[in-house]
């Protein structure tokens, strides 16, 4: 059985004869394990929709556990300090200071779509968090996110960097 093959099989039920459910199974993953326990492969989507939900709770070390080691994150705009891309190291900086930020310690982010092609995967997402000053940080999201394994190896951001500035600069926003 090649790697990524769908394993199907026949059941009876009742009597019957019924094809049983496909179960995809990743043969790497189970000849890696000393166990020889089958491992279920999940899809670059899943392994997407579970790393978001692990960003929104502000637990950063879970979130750099989602990570590869050469893992980078790229955020757009020129907004010193946040534009440009990081390093996984980076990255575990600049959250570490902003969850400090949040009340609940966390930016939700919420995807809305994703569209899968190979190991990328393009979301479309909702931000949102109380800001301890009481303010709300709402913003609008597409990532392209690229999978290696079951990890996040490149994030590439796309938001509206004039919020983001006017949210988060330490300067305080003309005509204030």
Known sequence: MRRGQMLKSNIRVDGERQAAPR??????????????EIGLVTSPKEI?????????????????????????WWVAGTIPHMSGENSKEALGELLRQAVTLYKGKALRITPTSMISEGDSVA?????????????????????HVEVMGHRIRRVKEYSDTQLMFLTFSQEPAIGN
């Open 23 to 36: 179960v995809h199974y990743d043969w790497w993953a189970y000849l890696a394990n000393d166990n020889h």
């Open 48 to 72: 997407v929709r579970e790393f978001f939900s692990v960003f929104s709770t502000g637990d950063v070390e879970r979130i750099l556990e989602c990570l590869t080691d050469d893992a980078t």
């Open 123 to 143: 979301v479309e997402a909702e931000g949102f968090a109380e800001l301890i000053d009481g303010r709300i940080y709402a913003n609008q999201y597409h990532f």
